[in-house]
């Protein structure tokens, strides 16, 4: 039907209403594991509203050689860049925090990942780099261990993620990796339930963001907090899928969102 005919209606579904960048809730944080300029055109250009930040995955960024230039892209889009938090780590590990600051700065960081899912920071000591890096830079901070054999109780992951927001944390990461293999899920991948639930109802949802990066946590957690929840760790490639389940355009949604 031709698009001046007056029944044409370009946005004829009844779907859930969607926040316009920049969003507090419903964000997608997307993994960019060294992409290069061409194909961050192409996702731009294909899924640019979906995409709220990218984060250059573990230390990427340090061995990526165009670094700058990609950096100047994504700003050019509206896309903030957060290095990821085990590049903190290793920044943390060597000793070299103080030259981790003028980095950033140097190729426009607007924000900053800080964690300890690898590296054991005492609790007092991240809580006080949080304050000091939030008074220069976004924080995303990240609560959970990368090794699939360790596990903290639920009150354990909701006294540090209050204590990181309070601290200055703009969202609250819970470690999931990029393989969905720890943190809030099994070594098989299996989502821990109990841990999810108690985080939930205790922390307000726009401070967290899950990490979700296969299409089964995605659609979990739209299916148990809405599409406007947060999720991490999204593949580059899968960012117009994950919009799909978010607005029950995808069978494993489909029915929560019918009119």
Known sequence: MPASDPAFDPAFLQLPARPAKPRQSGIAHVMDKGLTRAQIDGLVETAGEYVDIVKLGWGTSYVTRNLKQKLEQYRGHGIPV??????????????????????????????????????????????????????????????????????????????????????????????????????????????RTDIVGDIAGAIAPADLIWEAPSKAAQAWFIKQFGPEVNLGNIPADEVIALETLRLGLRGDTLQQFLP
């Open 82 to 191: 957060v290095c990821g938090g085990t590049f903190f780590e290793v920044v943390y590990g060597h000793g070299k925090l103080a030259q981790y600051k003028p980095w950033l700065q140097h190729f426009g960081f607007t924000h900053v990942e800080i964690s300890d899912g690898t590296l054991d920071i005492p609790r007092d000591e991240k809580l006080a780099l949080i304050a000091d890096f939030a008074r220069d830079f976004v924080v995303l901070s990240e609560v959970g261990s990368k090794d699939s054999s360790v596990e903290f109780t639920p009150e354990e992951w909701v006294q540090w993620i209050r204590e990181e927001k309070e601290a200055g944390a703009w969202k609250v990461i819970t470690e999931g990796r990029e393989g969905g293999t720890s943190g809030i899920y099994t070594p098989k991948g299996e989502m």
